[in-house]
């Protein structure tokens, strides 16, 4: 019986650990895209300069 209760436990731990990974995933795409954003600015603005 006890391993019957410990089952779900662990099938919510997997999901909220694929949930933990999906989000963080999800962040650090973000910070590539603003980092990319933030080059291309930095970019046109040297190229005015020129």
Known sequence: MKRLIGRPQEALLCEKAKRQQQ???VAKAKR???SAQL???S???SICFL
């Open 23 to 25: 989000m963080f995933s």
């Open 32 to 34: 590539q895209l603003q």
């Open 39 to 41: 080059e291309r600015k």
């Open 43 to 45: 970019t046109n603005i």
